[in-house]
C-alpha cells in the first residue's frame, strides 16, 4: 500500500487505486465486525435522523459503487458522462429499489425489504471483484479513472460515517482522542489573490469544487488551531447557553430546543468543570459510549454551528469565511496552521461556485446548495484519502453528531 500521508489520492493512478480500493472494503468490513458485535446480525438501530440502517449503509456502499462503474456504459467519460444514459441491470434486481439514496426517502430505509447480512456481504464481494476487473482494464487517465477514484472516497466518506453513528449510539469502539495542542498565536495573513476551488487537469475534483476562480482576499487574522476546551468552557462559565443576545435568531430557537433537553453544554457532555490549561478536568463527555475526561488543550467537538457562531460573538471574534481558511491552509502550513483533528466550521453557507456544473453524481452537491454551511479540514477519523485542503464538506447548521469543532478570526 502506498504511503497514505505522502501520496495524492486525487491523481492516484490504477495499481494504488487497486490497493487503495481493497483497502477502503477491508475498514469498512473492521467496522461492520464491530457493529454487529454490538448489535447482533440483525444490525438494528433506532430511527434517527442523523444515522442510516447499517444494513442499508452497506449495501448502497456495494451498489454505489455498481451503479457508478460496473453498470455504467460511460465510465470512461468521467464527470462528462450522462447520468441518465441506459445502464446494464444489477446483481441484484431490486438494488435500486433499496439502495439508491436519491429514490429511497430516509426514514424509510428502516421498513425495507433488505438482503439479510450474508446477502449484503455477498454482494459486497461481488461488486468489488467486478469494479478490480474492470479497472485493471481501464485507460491510466483522469477521465477514464474518475468514477474510481469517486467510489474510493465515497467509501471512506461512509466509514467515517460509520464512526460517526457508532457514537451517536454509544458503541464501544476503541479509537484514539485528538491530540492536546499548544495554544499558538494567531496568524495575520496578508492580502492576496487566491484562487478558490480546483482547476480542471489537477486530477480529481468533486463537482462544488469546479470550476476554479480568483477571489481578492483582504489581510486577516486567523487561529492557528481549532478552539479548544478551555477556551470554550469560559464561554459556558460565563453563562453562554442563557444569554439569547450572543445567539443567532435561527441559533435561539435550535437553543431553546436543547435547552428544553437539559443542555446547557455540547452534545455528549456529561459535566463541565474549571478549565485548567495544565491537564484533565474540563469537561467529561461520552466517548464510544464511556465518560472520557476531555483535555483542556484537545479541541473542542460536537459544536453546531450555533454554538460555533455565539463562541464567537462572545469572544468579539467571527468564523473564518471558505477562501480564508483555504488561503491559510495553504499559505500558513509552515507558520503553524494547523488541521486536521475535527471539521470546521465556516461561515460561509455552501453554494456552487460561479460557473458550476454538477457531475454526474447529480445530488452530492447541487441539492444541499443554501441550506448547508461549509465545512473545512478533516477530523481523525476521515481517511487520509479524503484529506485535503481544496476539500469542501457540508452541513446543516444544528449537526453536532459529527466531530466537528471551529476556529476564528479577529473582527
Same mark, same amino acid.
Given at each position: /500500500?502506498?504511503? $497514505?500521508?505522502? /501520496? ?14 481493497? !483497502? ?32 442499508? &449503509? ?24 450522462? $447520468? *441518465? ?33 450474508? &446477502? ?17 482494464? %481501464? ?14 472516497? +465515497? ?18 469502539? @476503541? ?43 483582504? @489581510?486577516? @487574522? ?5 478552539? !479548544? ?72 467537538? +460536537? ?20 477562501? @480564508?481558511?483555504?488561503? %491559510?491552509?495553504?499559505? %500558513?502550513?509552515?507558520?503553524?496552521? +494547523? ?8 461561515? *460561509? ?7 458550476? &456544473? ?13 441550506? +448547508? ?5 478533516? *477530523? ?32
Amino acid at each position: /500500500m502506498p504511503n $497514505p500521508e505522502s /501520496m495524492d489520492w486525487r491523481r492516484a493512478g490504477k495499481d494504488p487505486l487497486s490497493l487503495a480500493l481493497i !483497502n477502503t472494503r477491508n475498514r469498512t468490513l473492521q467496522l461492520l465486525a464491530a457493529f454487529e458485535q454490538h448489535l447482533g446480525e440483525g444490525l438494528s438501530v433506532p430511527l434517527l435522523a442523523e444515522v442510516n440502517p447499517p444494513l442499508w &449503509e452497506l449495501g448502497h456502499i456495494g451498489w454505489f459503487q455498481e451503479f457508478w462503474i460496473g453498470r455504467n456504459l460511460q465510465r470512461h467519460l468521467g464527470h462528462h458522462a450522462d $447520468p *441518465s444514459a441506459t445502464r446494464l441491470p444489477s446483481l441484484k434486481p431490486d438494488a435500486d429499489r433499496w439502495w439508491n439514496s436519491s429514490l429511497v426517502p430516509h426514514a424509510s430505509r428502516w421498513s425495507l425489504d433488505l438482503p439479510d447480512l450474508a &446477502e449484503t456481504r455477498s454482494y459486497l464481494l461481488a461488486t468489488l471483484e467486478s469494479t478490480l476487473d474492470l479497472l485493471a482494464k %481501464a485507460p491510466d487517465d483522469d477521465a477514464a479513472l474518475y468514477f474510481y477514484r469517486l467510489c474510493l472516497l +465515497h467509501e471512506d466518506m461512509h466509514a467515517e460515517a460509520f464512526v460517526m453513528m457508532a457514537q451517536t449510539l454509544g458503541m464501544p469502539l @476503541e479509537l484514539s482522542l485528538p491530540a492536546p495542542r499548544p495554544v499558538r498565536e494567531s496568524l495575520l495573513i496578508p492580502s492576496s489573490l487566491w484562487r478558490l476551488g480546483t482547476d480542471a487537469g489537477q486530477g480529481f475534483a468533486f463537482d462544488n469544487e469546479m470550476p476554479a476562480y480568483e477571489v481578492a482576499v483582504p @489581510e486577516f @487574522e486567523i487561529d492557528a488551531q481549532a478552539v !479548544n476546551w478551555a477556551q470554550f468552557i469560559e464561554f459556558i462559565d460565563d453563562g453562554g447557553y442563557d444569554r439569547p443576545e450572543l445567539w443567532h435568531p435561527q441559533g435561539q430557537v435550535w437553543l431553546a430546543q436543547v435547552q428544553a433537553q437539559g443542555r446547557r453544554a455540547p452534545r455528549h457532555v456529561a459535566q463541565v468543570g474549571v478549565a485548567r490549561l495544565g491537564g484533565e478536568g474540563a469537561v467529561i463527555q461520552q466517548y464510544f459510549g464511556q465518560a472520557r475526561r476531555m483535555v483542556a488543550l484537545q479541541p473542542a467537538m +460536537h459544536l453546531s454551528w450555533w454554538e460555533a457562531d455565539a463562541w464567537c460573538r462572545w469572544a468579539g471574534r467571527r468564523l473564518p469565511t471558505e477562501v @480564508e481558511w483555504e488561503l %491559510a491552509a495553504h499559505q %500558513a502550513a509552515r507558520r503553524g496552521f +494547523h488541521w486536521g483533528d475535527v471539521w470546521e466550521w465556516t461561515a *460561509s453557507t455552501f453554494r456552487g461556485l460561479p460557473g458550476f &456544473e454538477p457531475h454526474p453524481y447529480r445530488d452530492y452537491s447541487q441539492p444541499w446548495f443554501g441550506t +448547508h454551511k461549509a465545512v473545512r479540514g478533516a *477530523s481523525i477519523f476521515t481517511s487520509s484519502r479524503l484529506r485535503h485542503p481544496k476539500y469542501r464538506n457540508f452541513y446543516e447548521p444544528h449537526r453536532d453528531d459529527v466531530f466537528i469543532g471551529f476556529r476564528s478570526c479577529a473582527m
